[in-house]
């Protein structure tokens, strides 16, 4: 009887280990809501930063820095839930160079400054959400037999 389950768990993880092999159909939906997710997060760094509550250069570099951090964690966390996983070096990478972007584009915006905060906020959270997209797969997790090479399930088979 063991040697049976055992089969079957072993052919069910050969069948995982291949679906995992090919990542997730494209969700536009996952990828508008993870980029939600990260500019709301950003958001209120950049609105500090535009009503000009930094003067100093190290005061905009860390709130931002901070900032941009704080939302590749938050586009991280909506880009993979449910049964899917992604790098979050790719996330965190994608929300740095975004990040660059939206300062260089924001400092050369004119005078309005819901224009600036919106362009601080976005681009870090589409660089964060096209990491997590291009690096997304299936989360699978390996099926483990107790201690004795039976199954624990209230007891031993």
């Given at each position: 009887?063991?040697?049976?389950?055992?089969?079957?768990?072993?052919?069910?993880?050969?069948?995982?280990?291949?679906?995992?092999?090919?990542?997730?159909?494209?969700?536009?939906?996952?990828?508008?809501?993870?980029?939600?997710?990260?500019?709301?997060?950003?958001?209120?760094?950049?609105?500090?930063?535009?009503?000009?509550?930094?003067?100093?250069?190290?005061?905009?570099?860390?709130?931002?820095?901070?900032?941009?951090?704080?939302?590749?964690?938050?586009?991280?966390?909506?880009?993979?839930?449910?049964?899917?996983?992604?790098?979050?070096?790719?996330?965190?990478?994608?929300?740095?160079?975004?990040?660059?972007v939206g300062?260089?584009?924001?400092?050369e915006a004119?005078?309005?400054?819901?224009?600036?905060?919106?362009?601080?906020?976005?681009?870090?959270?589409?660089?964060?959400?096209?990491?997590?997209?291009?690096?997304?797969?299936?989360?699978v997790q390996?099926?483990?037999?107790?201690?004795?090479?039976?199954?624990?399930?209230?007891?031993?088979?």
């Amino acid at each position: 009887m063991q040697a049976a389950i055992f089969a079957i768990l072993l052919a069910g993880s050969a069948a995982a280990a291949a679906e995992d092999d090919v990542p997730p159909p494209a969700s536009p939906g996952r990828f508008a809501a993870s980029v939600l997710v990260g500019a709301a997060i950003v958001l209120p760094a950049a609105h500090h930063l535009v009503d000009g509550g930094c003067e100093e250069g190290v005061c905009v570099v860390g709130t931002y820095a901070l900032g941009v951090a704080a939302a590749s964690i938050g586009v991280y966390v909506a880009g993979t839930a449910g049964d899917q996983t992604g790098s979050y070096a790719a996330t965190l990478g994608g929300a740095l160079l975004g990040g660059l972007v939206g300062f260089h584009a924001a400092s050369e915006a004119t005078d309005n400054d819901d224009a600036a905060a919106f362009l601080l906020a976005v681009p870090p959270a589409i660089g964060a959400g096209l990491g997590v997209t291009f690096t997304r797969r299936y989360d699978v997790q390996p099926l483990a037999l107790a201690h004795g090479g039976g199954l624990a399930v209230g007891g031993r088979f």
